[in-house]
């Protein structure tokens, strides 16, 4: 999840589909729903192969607090939304930093929301998605 849903959330999405074919994968934001993504996260998505055509945002329904076991988010921001939100509805997901599974361990666990900035922001940070993806994958497969 993230704040949107139109740049981070849904390039996440798609990614753990391709790595996690059995698990089902959804993705949601805090705001509206309905939006699309931003024509260059569409461009830097489809070069880097993860498709977000089509996608329109959705905001978090509560119900899907009840029905996932793992919540990933990007920044401080979800992190305190979610506490509250399964706090309120009862849920017991597992929320995690999607930049904590980052590889490289940077010294920032916040993915950079690349929202209205240029070419690179998008190409660094759906970089550093893929890799944090790539861990997630890698320890989901061995807890199953």
């Known amino acids: ?19 996690l074919v059995p698990i089902q994968v959804k ?18 998505a489809r070069e880097r192969g993860g498709e977000l055509d089509g996608h329109r945002s959705v905001e978090l329904p509560d119900e899907w607090l009840e029905w996932a076991d793992l ?4 920044d401080r921001r979800q992190a305190a939304e979610m506490a509250t ?23 920032r666990r916040a993915l950079r929301d690349p929202f209205d900035q240029d070419r690179s922001v998008f190409e660094a940070v759906y970089a550093r998605i893929d890799a944090c993806c790539g861990a997630v994958a890698r320890v989901l497969g061995d807890a199953g």
């Open 1 to 19: 999840m993230c704040l949107g849903n139109i740049c981070r959330s849904p390039y996440t999405e798609r990614r753990l589909r391709s790595l």
């Open 27 to 44: 993705s949601a934001g805090l705001l509206e729903a309905g939006r699309p993504p931003p024509a260059l996260a569409l461009d830097v």
């Open 71 to 74: 919540v990933l988010v990007m």
């Open 85 to 107: 939100r399964c706090r309120v509805a009862g849920a017991a997901p597992l929320v995690e930093w999607l930049g904590d599974f980052d590889p490289a361990r940077p010294e």
